[in-house]
């Protein structure tokens, strides 16, 4: 069928606001649960990997495509950076707290470490002599947790389940912080501009020929083995059917038909449609 649109709302504001109300739950395996349903949905809304692998990984299936050609990190790519020094920074924090301690914290605290909080927390631990205490005041906490919870993410750190979650580090986190590879993280989410979309749905077409084309588009990605939307999607198929290009050449303006598919599939659906109109009249639409 079409594609339909889904609507995230998501702050880091809402991570607070939840972990809050599981602070409430007063048993202790529920609360457990329950957070790592919440992380496992803060991963989803943070993840700059596609949606739909996403969602189907979780059933346990595959997408076959690295491209879904539909989610909002597939059609418009998050940017990444050189996040090396700041993971570095965080993992190292995580190790000498660990390592002064010998207890694991949560992500709230190492936070509050690398910034330089001054906590009752830190002083009755004397986590403020840490080497690591106050590096990351360049930072504000927002941008340190989203680190991270994209460390986490990656597999360099891991969240140790019990009466409080606690960070640890893997053996990924830790073979990363001794060679001090190189990491690229995304950057933050930014609020994205209002724009008009035109749905699919609002473009009038011919419906039969619609089927038709769709058809011929289902045998063609068929043998191919990809995805239908790989040769056209819905709204092209549509804007052909309105149209009613009958050779290649007259598909120069629809959308999503550039050159490349032109030339592959342009012939074959311009005879398609020649066919069609043999034995059916041509429809006209009002703007």
Not at 62 to 89: I, M, W
Not at 193 to 206: F, Q, S, T
Not at 237 to 262: F, H, S
């Amino acid at each position: 069928g079409l594609p339909g649109d889904c609507l995230l709302l998501f702050s880091a504001g809402d991570i607070a606001k939840q972990t809050h109300f599981l602070d409430e739950i007063t048993d202790e395996h529920e609360q457990q649960v329950a957070r790592a349903q919440l992380r496992q949905i803060v991963h989803y809304a943070e993840s700059a990997g596609c949606r739909r692998a996403e969602l189907l990984g979780y059933f346990g299936e595959k997408f076959p495509s690295d491209n879904c050609g539909a989610c909002d990190n597939c059609l418009e790519p998050r940017e990444t950076y050189d996040g090396t020094l700041v993971a570095q920074k965080f993992l190292s924090c995580v190790y000498r707290i660990q390592q002064h301690s010998r207890f694991n914290v949560g992500l709230n605290h190492v936070i509050e470490v690398l910034t330089g909080a001054d906590t009752d927390k830190i002083r009755r631990w004397g986590h403020e002599r840490l080497t690591t205490y106050g590096i990351g005041r360049e930072l504000a906490r927002p941008a340190w947790a989203a680190i991270g919870r994209e460390l986490m993410r990656l597999g360099h750190l891991t969240v140790a389940e019990g009466e409080f979650a606690t960070l640890e580090l893997t053996e990924t986190g830790l073979d990363l912080l001794r060679r001090r590879a190189s990491v690229t993280l995304t950057k933050p989410m930014s609020r994205p501009k209002a724009r008009r979309v035109r749905r699919e749905g609002d473009i009038a077409c011919d419906e039969i020929l619609f089927a038709r084309l769709r058809a011929l588009r289902k045998q063609l990605a068929d043998e191919r083995k990809v995805p239908a939307y790989v040769v056209f999607g819905d709204a092209t198929l549509r804007q052909m059917a309105r149209d009613y290009p009958t050779r290649p050449d007259a598909m120069a303006g629809i959308t999503g038909v550039g050159e490349k598919k032109r030339a592959e599939f342009g012939a074959i659906f311009a005879a398609t449609i020649a066919e069609f109109l043999e034995t059916n009249p041509r429809i006209t639409f009002g703007d």
